[in-house]
């Protein structure tokens, strides 16, 4: 069944602490994307990567990091300098062939704080 | 339960009724447009999109509406049942292929049987 899969659906984090969200996609898609939602918000773009061994910030990437060593994979970490962890996060992907292709969504990833 | 959208506009309507989602969005470069539904502690869901050249497009049950005179974004959803209890955001993208979405604050729709 292709998809999006995120992984842990939640997870807690300690004071001081790094941890990474995984997210892998076996759609075969270019382009995949990291947003935060918070109560009453939209979705904020933390950061999207169009293509392998390339990535760029999005509206709030302070505090966050990313790679994207495969075309399936693109893990956050969310590191100690992120004051304000506590959110749900979702991955997207979206075939990058310069038209007009909708993102689509894993299922999130609610992290909290201990 | 989700503690997302505790602060959203709520749209509530009778079961069988039609609703409208309205939404207004910010560049008047953007060239496509999405709907999204969310439903409680899931990703969102893709519903329908539309380009920048067309005011109007339909799907099963659904049809978007565009307006860029006035920047004005509308989902309308014919017969609404319990199952669209959700909340609804919209997407813009400015123009350029690879220009990231930028989303709405979302409203929810309320179903009452």
């Known amino acids: 069944d292709g998809g999006i899969t995120q992984s842990p659906k939640y997870l807690f984090r300690k004071e001081g602490q790094n941890v990474t969200l995984s997210c892998e996609q076996n759609?075969?898609?270019?382009?995949m994307y990291w947003y935060r939602q918070d109560p009453g918000q939209g979705l904020r773009l933390i950061y999207y990567?169009?293509?392998?061994?390339?990535?760029q910030k999005g509206d709030i990437a302070e505090g966050y990091s990313v790679s994207r060593e495969k075309k399936e994979s693109f893990p956050l970490t969310v590191t100690s300098a992120q004051k304000n962890p506590t959110a749900f996060y979702l991955c997207?992907?979206?075939?990058?062939?310069?038209?007009?292709?909708?993102?689509?969504f894993g299922d999130g990833t609610r992290l909290s704080i201990l | 339960g989700e503690s997302v959208g505790l602060h959203l506009p709520t749209l509530s309507v009778q079961e069988g009724d039609n609703s409208i989602i309205n939404c207004a969005y910010s560049?008047?470069?953007?060239?496509?447009f999405i709907w999204y539904k969310q439903e409680s502690g899931k990703g969102p869901q893709f519903i329908i999109d539309?380009?920048?050249?067309?005011d109007k497009r339909q799907g099963q049950r659904v049809t978007v509406l565009l307006n860029k005179t006035v920047k004005h974004l509308s989902l309308q959803i014919a017969a609404t049942q319990p199952g669209d209890s959700a909340v609804y955001f919209c997407?813009?993208?400015?123009?350029?292929?690879?220009?990231?979405?930028?989303f709405g604050k979302g409203t929810r729709l309320s179903v009452i049987a």
């Open positions: 997207a992907s979206r075939q990058d062939r310069g038209g007009n292709q909708p993102q689509h």
């Open positions: 759609l075969n898609h270019d382009a």
């Open positions: 990567s169009q293509i392998v061994n390339d990535f």
């Open positions: 560049n008047s470069a953007s060239d496509y």
């Open positions: 539309i380009r920048s050249n067309m």
């Open positions: 997407a813009e993208r400015g123009s350029g292929g690879n220009t990231p979405l930028v």
